[in-house]
């Protein structure tokens, strides 16, 4: 029955991927030239925050209420507005192209030719290397402790676990929403993205890593606000660096391999999690995946940066300021 239920988790988790790389890539396309890279890595990011501040206080509110029936009816709703307004605003998009315009046959055979023409271009670029491991050891750790969140709250032992459930995820989703508002209206592209991800990715597990220590209702909601704020900030870095350095062209290619990539340690890391924490303890296994993490980030900052500068004096013309 477990694997059952790791296998479905899976699936639903895949469609979600890719589900967000069309999404991004959609977004990425039509935002309007002039924009600069971290304004459109935000609002790739909006809709998904929209939903993750809004659906923990209504699910935790009414599992609170013992209304616990309710929530699939809530999460029908949602879904058919979702598809209402996507079959709404999809013709608007298309309402000025041909039937025919492009338009690709695909088979087996280009799939994989796009595939391996986006390895080769991203084996080209050091900086999106580094940003293809940030977001996999990311979404190894964050994504899948905020799944589980239910499973940690027994281990947190807050007062009312319904009500707490709400407030954590809320305040991680408004965290998120919050910055989104505030960066988009600035340019804070960096010429390092490499540095700044990682940096922030380090603050990220430092702030998970005292969620398992301190077991302050008031913290905890605290720190769930600040790794909604730190994950946004590695968004708008690490995505203006992936469309900064990705020709318009080949972005579909290269964006779609990043997801398959970055994404998939989605439901990797929830069926670790699930069982290493059913088998020592969520905290303790979170606390060891923490430590992993930071250890190869430490190892991968020092590989992609000399990778970095050996490229770079191999290329002297190299007009793109962006380093490591």
Request: aromatic share 10%; hydrophobic share 55%.
């Amino acid at each position: 029955m477990i694997l059952i239920v790791a296998l479905i988790f899976i699936g639903l988790e895949s469609s979600f991927s890719l589900y967000s790389a069309t999404l991004e890539t959609t977004i990425a396309d039509l935002a309007p030239k002039k924009w600069p890279s971290n304004r459109t890595a935000l609002m790739i990011q909006l809709q998904p925050q929209v939903g993750r501040s809004v659906a923990p206080f209504i699910g935790g509110g009414l599992l609170a209420m013992g209304l616990i029936s309710l929530t699939p009816i809530a999460a029908g709703i949602a879904i058919l507005l979702t598809t209402g307004l996507l079959l709404l605003w999809s013709e608007i998009v298309t309402s000025g192209q041909s039937a025919t315009e492009n338009t690709k046959t695909f088979t087996f055979r280009t799939i994989w030719a796009d595939t391996r023409m986006a390895a080769r271009y991203i084996a080209t670029q050091p900086v999106l290397v580094f940003m293809l491991v940030i977001g996999f050891v990311t979404n190894l750790v964050v994504f899948p402790f905020y799944s589980l969140l239910p499973a940690f709250l027994v281990e947190m032992s807050p007062d009312n676990k319904a009500a707490f459930y709400g407030r954590f995820s809320g305040a991680y989703g408004a965290g998120m929403l919050i910055t989104s508002m505030i960066f988009m209206s600035l340019n804070k592209n960096t010429n390092r993205p490499g540095i700044v991800a990682a940096g922030l990715v380090l603050m990220i597990s430092i702030v998970l890593g005292l969620v398992t220590i301190i077991s302050s209702e008031a913290f905890l909601i605290v720190s769930s606000a600040v790794l909604g704020v730190l994950f946004m900030m590695l968004v708008m870095f690490a995505g203006g660096a992936w469309l900064d350095l990705t020709p318009s062209k080949i972005r579909v290619r290269v964006f779609s391999l990043k997801r398959l990539i970055a994404f998939v340690s989605i439901p990797l890391g929830s069926v670790l999690m699930g069982f290493g924490g059913a088998a020592i303890g969520y905290m303790t296994f979170l606390r060891i995946l923490l430590g992993v993490v930071v250890v190869g980030l430490g190892v991968t900052v020092l590989l992609c940066k000399g990778w970095n500068q050996k490229v770079r004096r191999e290329d002297e013309n190299l007009k793109d300021n962006i380093v490591f």
